[in-house]
């Protein structure tokens, strides 16, 4: 069936440097993806999102860009910091029921 | 912030046993949902409600899972005989007319059943 997938499990950076968090999509037919963060404990929430007519999308910190050509969504956080630590995931959400990948940690070290 | 709240936030219950997972949606929206996530692995679709009734469900949810919005602020997860493998953390998420953006996950409930 359709899924999103993830590159990498577990991310490490050291503080003060960029992430990049990638993800894969296999449905060409997909319209809106979003990413989210999940802290320890916690649910999913909601960091930026895209429709497929983009292929940037800026906020504060955080940039996505979507391939749509490759099916390939990443996720750039800029001058990471300890408190963005935390599994990260895309999501599909063209039918308001967002289909989640497996995530990525991302481990923020001093 | 407006937020989603679920209660308890760790249940723990015996193998066959009911269990009734509690969650308050925020206040203005309309479409409401559970999903469950097992430990290291991603979040999943259990099933989506609008309108008092079922919207959308996955295979997971099966006939011992039913949702209930009891009043004009809850809205329930029910198992009917809990199994080993239900154990998992259970996320409520409720969104607006106006589409994903602001759809909004609670802390979740985690279910161990031993």
């Known amino acids: 069936g359709e899924s999103v997938g993830l590159h990498l499990p577990t991310l490490s950076v050291q503080e003060g440097d960029n992430s990049i968090i990638n993800c894969a999509y296999s449905?060409?037919?997909?319209?809106?993806f979003i990413w989210y963060k999940q802290e320890s404990g916690k649910g999913p929430q909601f960091i930026i999102d895209?429709?497929?007519?983009?292929d940037k999308r800026q906020g504060q910190r955080v940039t996505v860009l979507l391939n749509k050509t490759v099916k390939h969504l990443s996720l750039q956080i800029a001058a990471t910091q300890p408190g963005d630590s935390a599994v990260y995931f895309c999501?599909?959400?063209?039918?308001?029921?967002?289909?989640f990948g497996r995530g990525t940690s991302l481990i923020v070290h001093p | 912030e407006p937020e989603v709240t679920q209660t308890p936030s760790h249940q723990v219950t015996q193998m066959g046993q009911e269990v009734i997972l509690r969650c308050v949606p925020i206040?203005?929206?309309?479409?409401f949902y559970w999903y469950r996530q097992i430990l290291g692995q991603k979040v999943e679709f259990l099933v989506s409600?609008?309108?008092?009734?079922?919207?959308?469900k996955s295979e997971i949810f099966d006939d011992q899972f039913s949702v209930e919005r009891p009043d004009g602020s809850n809205f329930t997860l029910k198992i009917r005989s809990t199994k080993l493998e239900d154990s998992a953390m259970y996320f409520c998420?409720?969104?607006?007319?106006?589409?994903?953006?602001?759809?909004?996950f609670g802390s979740g409930t985690r279910l161990t059943v031993v």
């Open positions: 998420a409720s969104r607006p007319s106006t589409g994903l953006y602001g759809y909004t």
């Open positions: 449905n060409s037919a997909s319209d809106y």
């Open positions: 895209i429709r497929s007519n983009m």
């Open positions: 999501a599909e959400g063209g039918s308001y029921i967002p289909t």
């Open positions: 206040s203005n929206h309309l479409y």
């Open positions: 409600f609008y309108n008092n009734e079922i919207s959308e």
